[in-house]
């Protein structure tokens, strides 16, 4: 299957009428041939147009803050090839059944005091039960009725599902598309590239908003970066979040062997993001434990808006909650605990502690 036949046969490749100008419009539909002339650019000129377009749609200083609550761990039976809660890979991770409701709450109450404006479960299943969605579904309810928004990352739904958790006030649900529908394949074999856009469609019918990106450094090609930002960005519409993975390798899985991908190929990936997706929030996700200051700093520049606080991710390590506070004191940045659009109260720096959004671990949304 050629790349331009594949991404034509997901459900949002409309008809042709962008181009690479900085002031596009969302939601109009991008070609490979435009995202690959963006890739292309010199990335002094991809930065200055990703931080054109950034400075239209966003405060150029304000980041989201994120972080995730794991509320059932590992065991899961799907063959992710750079996640460790798959059970088929011996990485040592402790497995954890779904957490009892007034954990989740208790949790949800910590959240909303150190500041949170929305909390985000994740649960490592392939799809979960119809029961599972029923525990959730209260869950939902309860930390909603603290006040927060919600958000959660459970695996494939069916139509009745999402429309049960978004009854139940869930606001947002990740389900990532990882790659390229060309490379997807070489990453996970036990489900298909369309069984998660048609998740991701179940989503958006029920009326949740959608958070969808994807992990780039599997041994992708650049042609597979693009691939994926295309698909990303011609979903209709484009997802409201959009978390970058960079990957996290993890010893017994089948990727922890794989080269570190190139510094810039990745802040190119968040530019591109941007560009592409002008309104949405691009997420700065896994791996940035491993990015220095002055990496983050440009994928800043790039357009990245958003990204995990917290010292945990579902199950890998993240940058330390002090470290962040002093890059953030240092370049300027806010960090806010919603997005502009919903809340403008933002807070200096991170004095307030956010606990918002979610955007990988478990059920095909990244690592780890
Ligand atoms: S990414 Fe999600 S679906 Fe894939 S193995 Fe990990 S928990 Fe399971």
Same mark, same amino acid.
Request: charge should be negative; include cysteine; hydrophobic fraction near 35%.
């Given at each position: 299957?050629?790349?331009?036949?594949?991404?034509?046969?997901?459900?949002?490749?409309?008809?042709?009428?962008?181009?690479?100008?900085?002031?596009?419009?969302?939601?109009?539909?991008?070609?490979?041939?435009?995202?690959?002339?963006?890739?292309?650019?010199?990335?002094?000129?991809?930065?200055?147009?990703?931080?054109?377009?950034?400075?239209?749609?966003?405060?150029?200083?304000?980041?989201?803050?994120s972080?995730?609550?794991?509320?059932?761990?590992?065991?899961?039976?799907?063959?992710?090839?750079?996640?460790?809660?798959?059970?088929?890979?011996?990485?040592g991770?402790?497995?954890?059944?779904?957490?009892?409701?007034?954990?989740?709450?208790?949790?949800?109450?910590?959240?909303?005091?150190?500041?949170?404006?929305?909390?985000?479960?994740?649960?490592?299943?392939?799809?979960?039960?119809?029961?599972?969605?029923?525990?959730?579904?209260?869950?939902?309810?309860?930390?909603k009725?603290?006040?927060?928004?919600?958000?959660?990352?459970?695996?494939?739904?069916?139509?009745?599902?999402?429309?049960?958790?978004?009854?139940?006030?869930?606001?947002?649900?990740?389900?990532?598309?990882?790659?390229?529908?060309?490379?997807? #394949?070489?990453?996970? *074999?036990?489900?298909?590239?369309?069984?998660? &856009?048609e /998740? $991701?469609? +179940?989503?958006r019918?029920?009326?949740?908003?959608?958070?969808?990106?994807?992990?780039? #450094?599997?041994?992708? *090609?650049?042609?597979?970066?693009?691939?994926? &930002?295309? /698909? $990303?960005? +011609?979903?209709?519409?484009?997802?409201?979040?959009?978390?970058?993975?960079?990957?996290?390798?993890?010893?017994? *899985?089948?990727?922890?062997?794989?080269?570190?991908?190139?510094?810039?190929?990745?802040?190119?990936?968040?530019?591109?993001?941007?560009?592409?997706?002008?309104?949405?929030?691009?997420?700065?996700?896994?791996?940035r434990?491993?990015?220095n200051?002055?990496?983050?700093?440009?994928?800043?520049?790039?357009?990245?808006?958003?990204?995990?606080?917290?010292?945990?991710?579902?199950?890998?390590?993240?940058?330390?909650?002090?470290?962040?506070q002093?890059?953030?004191?240092?370049?300027?940045?806010?960090?806010?605990?919603?997005?502009?659009?919903?809340?403008?109260s933002?807070?200096?720096?991170?004095?307030?502690?956010?606990?918002?959004?979610?955007?990988?671990?478990?059920?095909?949304?990244?690592?780890?």
């Amino acid at each position: 299957m050629t790349p331009q036949t594949a991404a034509a046969k997901t459900s949002a490749q409309p008809s042709n009428t962008q181009t690479t100008e900085s002031n596009a419009s969302p939601n109009e539909a991008w070609t490979r041939e435009q995202v690959e002339q963006l890739f292309d650019l010199p990335l002094m000129d991809l930065l200055f147009k990703a931080q054109t377009v950034h400075r239209q749609h966003h405060d150029p200083n304000s980041v989201q803050l994120s972080s995730l609550l794991s509320i059932k761990t590992g065991a899961c039976p799907e063959d992710c090839a750079y996640c460790p809660q798959s059970a088929r890979y011996k990485t040592g991770l402790k497995t954890e059944r779904l957490m009892p409701l007034d954990k989740i709450v208790e949790a949800a109450k910590v959240a909303k005091s150190n500041g949170a404006g929305r909390f985000c479960m994740g649960a490592a299943w392939r799809s979960p039960k119809d029961g599972d969605v029923e525990a959730v579904a209260e869950a939902v309810a309860a930390v909603k009725e603290l006040g927060l928004e919600t958000c959660a990352t459970l695996g494939m739904l069916t139509p009745d599902q999402a429309d049960k958790l978004q009854s139940s006030g869930l606001d947002y649900y990740n389900h990532n598309l990882d790659t390229s529908p060309e490379y997807y #394949g070489e990453v996970i *074999t036990t489900r298909t590239y369309e069984d998660r &856009l048609e /998740t $991701l469609n +179940n989503v958006r019918e029920s009326g949740m908003k959608v958070c969808c990106g994807g992990i780039v #450094g599997m041994g992708e *090609t650049q042609q597979d970066r693009v691939g994926l &930002l295309t /698909t $990303l960005a +011609n979903l209709n519409p484009a997802p409201e979040s959009v978390p970058i993975n960079n990957l996290v390798k993890i010893p017994g *899985t089948p990727l922890a062997e794989l080269e570190n991908i190139d510094s810039f190929d990745f802040i190119r990936t968040i530019a591109v993001a941007r560009i592409l997706m002008p309104t949405s929030y691009v997420r700065l996700s896994a791996g940035r434990e491993e990015m220095n200051d002055e990496m983050q700093a440009m994928c800043f520049m790039a357009g990245a808006n958003s990204l995990f606080y917290g010292e945990q991710l579902l199950t890998t390590g993240n940058a330390t909650v002090n470290h962040d506070q002093h890059l953030f004191e240092r370049l300027g940045i806010n960090g806010q605990t919603k997005p502009a659009n919903q809340n403008s109260s933002t807070t200096d720096g991170l004095a307030q502690q956010a606990q918002d959004q979610c955007g990988q671990g478990g059920c095909g949304c990244g690592p780890q």
